[in-house]
């Protein structure tokens, strides 16, 4: 087979499905413009090396840890009783659906509740789907269903020794930027930083717990329960200048992770 | 009443047809989507869909993967382009994307070797028709996912191997010595098949 056979075969491909999944790809894009929401981005690890220079330079300038004050509201300002892990969310999530995701065990269950960057109630929602799991972020006081987004995976990511923090992060029009990830069982707290007015500024993360039980439900190995840690961080922050930084019991960093640059390219998988 | 989803496809439909038949100012439909026109947006990612979704699907031979890598791929294009230079093609600049993304989405998934929901990695492989001969797709299912990115750039997406190795920050040797090798091992495969 020579290369120009090569290239007429490639280009006979047809991946089936392809105009279900180019709509559903034109329906996200109308729906990010009509919130104008960012698309989701992954944030990159950070070798534990690295991010002790990093620490290094940062505490050198001089970080003042900053208790984060809402915009127009004050946290107090809500009064409510916060779902707490493991129980039922206070809204039913929409269902799992798009084509090939379909309802599964286990129910829609929270796994971490607290209070958004505008000081309003989440509950981040886990539940089964036919081929994976879902994540789904509720804002039982926002202005409309489904305002804090979700999405689907056929796995959970697994953080280790190496990589200690797994973290996403999203835009949304409901809760600003949104820090998401997975953390291997040595972390305990995780905070985040991220600049403000030439300062940096910090906010603690809100551990939550993916647990036996719930992996079970789903049709996973329930010896291995994920800890997860959720942040929201004000309006205004980019968020390519988010660093998550994850503590041991001690209090000593044991991972972060950091935005990613696009032009961080393949070498050797 | 027609659906929603009908009337989505329709709106596909006609979004085809405008491509094929008038030639299409690439830089003047980017200019249209920093300038908020979603209709520009839309004709840009029926106009690339296809190449995206193939590239993600050659590099990880995951139907689904290639979905969701083509759509964040496509997204995060159109929500960066006040960082892109409209007087360039925009194809490079997504695939550049797509290729980063499908590379990420495999070196996770070598990570991920312990977790607990069972891989559906290639099972889709099996049952479904993907338009080509099943000894290729074999072949191409026995390349490592670096070669496979290489034959997706050269092949699928028609790249120079300069232009590969400026894209993906490689020296051009590698990628030459990437390609070659690819195409050896998918040789030996095809003969063996036969």
């Known amino acids: 087979m020579n290369e120009n ?26 729906e990010s413009a009509t919130v104008h929401e960012r698309p989701p981005k992954r944030l990159r690890f950070v070798p534990r090396r690295q991010f002790r220079l990093a620490l290094a330079l940062t ?40 084509g090939r995701w379909n309802a599964a065990p286990p129910q829609p269950t929270v796994i971490a509740s607290g209070l958004t960057a505008r000081g309003e109630p989440f ?31 056929e796995q959970i990511p697994r953080a280790s020794a190496d990589y200690p923090i797994l973290a996403y992060g999203t835009s949304s029009s409901g809760a600003g930027v949104e820090v998401n990830g997975i953390l291997a069982p040595e972390v305990k707290s995780v905070e985040l930083s991220y600049p403000v007015d030439g300062e940096t500024q910090t906010i603690d993360a809100v551990m939550g717990r993916i647990s036996s039980e719930l992996l079970r439900k789903a049709g996973g190995n329930p010896n291995n329960p994920r800890d997860v840690f959720i942040a929201f961080l ?36 | 009443l027609p659906t929603a989803d009908r009337i989505s496809h329709m709106e596909g439909l006609v979004g085809v047809t405008e491509v094929r038949d008038e030639p299409v100012d690439e830089a003047a439909l980017i200019r249209s989507v920093r300038d908020g026109d979603r209709a520009a947006g839309e004709q840009l990612i029926r106009m690339h869909w296809d190449d995206a979704q193939r590239a993600a699907f050659l590099i990880t031979l995951d139907r689904a993967a290639s979905e969701d890598i083509a759509q964040e791929a496509m997204l995060s294009a159109l929500g960066g382009l006040d ?19 499908a590379v990420d989405w495999m070196r996770a998934r070598s990570r991920r070797r312990e977790v607990e929901l069972e891989d559906q990695v290639l099972a889709n492989v099996e049952v479904d028709s993907y338009g080509i001969d099943d000894d290729l797709l074999s072949a191409i299912h026995a390349l ?9 750039m050269r092949h699928l997406l028609g790249y120079g191997e300069g232009e590969i190795a400026e894209l993906l920050d490689l020296p051009r040797g590698t990628v030459g010595s990437r390609l070659r090798r690819a195409l050896d091992q998918m040789s030996v495969s095809m003969r063996g098949e036969r």
């Open chain 1, 5 to 30: 056979e090569l290239a007429l075969r490639l280009s006979r491909l047809e991946i089936p499905g392809r105009g279900a999944a180019l709509d559903r790809c034109l329906g996200a894009y109308r």
């Open chain 1, 59 to 98: 505490a050198a300038a001089g970080i003042v840890a900053l208790a984060f004050t809402p915009p127009g509201r004050a946290v107090a300002d809500w009064v409510v009783d916060l779902v707490g892990v493991g129980e039922p969310p206070t809204v039913a999530p929409e269902p799992p659906a798009g």
């Open chain 1, 123 to 153: 509950e981040w929602v886990f539940q089964g789907a036919s081929k994976g799991v879902c994540f789904s972020l509720e804002l039982p006081a926002g202005r409309f269903p489904g305002e804090g987004g979700g999405g689907c995976s």
């Open chain 1, 234 to 269: 004000p309006k205004g922050v980019r968020a390519e200048e988010v660093t998550a930084t994850a503590y041991d019991s001690e209090g000593d960093v044991v991972g972060a992770a950091t935005w990613p640059d696009l032009d961080d390219l393949p070498g050797a998988p």
């Open chain 2, 83 to 101: 960082r892109f230079d409209a007087s360039r093609p925009f194809a490079p600049w997504l695939h550049r994307i797509v290729v980063n993304r």
């Open chain 2, 144 to 152: 490592g996912p670096e070669q496979r990115t290489m034959v997706a």
